[in-house]
């Protein structure tokens, strides 16, 4: 089938406009005071993290003794935790066998039936040697707001150990403290890969929605009943 007759139209040359920029002085100066405050704004929820974090960040060997520790989800390969979350795990283990915390309470993703952080991270703790008593499952860690909301009204815990990597810790700390739990938390060190890189440009990202959940506090995508899981398992240890 042959395509209708189309009439021909000139060549017509493609311009481009360059933005404008302002002439005058007082122009270029407004110009420039908006570009600052822009730069003011996208750092203050980084800023605003360091500040309620500055004395609370530890590490495995000076953290206080504090009953609970909360581990942080971070991925599973083919059903076994990342590389950086058997790190975070490590570090639980490490305080537990040291008398510094009782009970692990690990939250992540179990939004669907083949994937499960939280069971995953329990067969690695009892691997390590934390009994299984001493471990509690949350499966609705979506998110680190949501994990510290949880951890406050759905296991009742009000003072923590906040274990995960440096380039998250501070984030998890201020959330889990607007969330009403008093935390310290520990970084946990890795090598400085491409992964790690990724993480920290990330969190400058991830500020942005955390200091918009500590202002607005939403509700959890999954908030359901109080589960006695924290308070059992202490009451077990005791």
Known sequence: ???????????????????????????????????????????????????????????????????????????????????????????????YREGRIEVVLVTGDNSRE?????DAMRTYLTRQGVPDARIVSDYAGFDTW???????????????????????????????QEAGVTAYGVGVDDRHDATWYYGGVRELIAANKAALDALFEPDPRFLGPKEPGVAAALADGR
């Open 146 to 176: 949501d994990s510290c909301v949880r951890a406050k009204k759905i296991f009742g815990v009000d003072k923590a150990v906040l274990i995960s990597q440096g380039f998250h810790i501070r984030r998890a700390v201020a959330l889990c």
């Open 1 to 95: 089938m042959r395509l209708p007759h189309l009439p021909h139209l000139p060549h017509l040359p493609l311009t481009v406009r360059r933005p404008r920029l302002p002439r005058t002085r007082a122009g270029q100066r407004r110009a420039v005071q908006a570009l600052m405050l822009l730069c003011v704004l996208a750092l203050l929820p980084a800023t605003w993290m360091f500040t309620v974090t500055g004395d609370r960040l530890r590490t495995a060997a000076d953290v206080p003794r504090t009953e609970v520790a909360v581990v942080f989800g971070a991925g599973l390969w083919q059903g076994e935790p990342s590389p950086y979350l058997a790190h975070r795990l490590d570090a639980a283990a490490r305080l």
């Open 114 to 118: 083949d994937y499960d952080e939280p």
